[in-house]
């Protein structure tokens, strides 16, 4: 005995569902870069005197002086020093 075929289901792309499926991959893609993006920035953690951390906008001078020093180190020991 053989089971009855069930007709083959079509995939919903038009109609109410259809556009809220592709909004909701739209947003889920979206919200995906930002957190990239926002990953990808250069974080300059400090501690303070008490020991407590904070960190450095990306925009603070001293952030960015501390960050290129950071760059400097890396490489020059990834490179070995000249000196």
Known sequence: MSGARRPRLEPRTAGANGTRRV?????????????????????????EQGGEPRFLAADDPTAQALAAAAEALLSAAQHGSRR
Do not use: E, I, S
């Open 23 to 47: 909004r909701a991959r739209l947003a889920t893609a979206v919200r995906q870069l930002a957190r990239r993006r926002h990953a990808a920035v250069p974080r300059v953690r400090v501690a």
